[in-house]
């Protein structure tokens, strides 16, 4: 079955970083289009970014720009979310997501915790 998996989240201060991992099984990762997302306490989830199935384009939101970087590897099943100067207001669940480019089905991971506090 499919299984997204993701690994990474922490407690760390602000100015810091930290690089979040979505393991993919049970579709072709190399044909889904893979997107992080968040979720922050009494707010809804929100964008965070997303990478095409080659990893050639990539998006981002605009309160990330600059600070998170979103890649691929898909020899390794595996899209990863490197996040620079983390600030508290980027405390939240992150979550992965895969859309699968021939069918549109959507699938999501289980989310890790993120934490950013002095």
């Known amino acids: 079955q499919v299984q997204l998996v993701e690994s990474g989240g922490d407690l760390v201060q602000p100015g810091g970083s930290l690089r979040l991992s979505c393991a993919a099984s049970?579709?072709?990762?190399?044909?889904?289009?893979m997107s992080w997302h968040r979720q922050a306490p009494g707010k809804d989830r929100e964008f965070v970014a997303v990478?095409?199935?080659?990893?050639?384009?990539?998006n981002y939101a605009d309160s990330v720009k600059g600070r998170f970087t979103i890649s691929r590897d898909n020899a390794k099943d595996t899209m990863y979310l490197q996040m620079n100067s983390l600030a508290p207001e980027d405390t939240a669940v992150y979550y992965c997501?895969?859309?699968?480019?021939?069918?549109?089905?959507?699938?999501w991971g289980q989310g890790t915790q993120v934490s950013v506090s002095s």
């Open positions: 997501k895969a859309v699968l480019i021939r069918t549109n089905l959507v699938y």
């Open positions: 049970g579709f072709t990762f190399s044909r889904a289009a």
């Open positions: 990478i095409s199935h080659t990893g050639a384009s990539t």
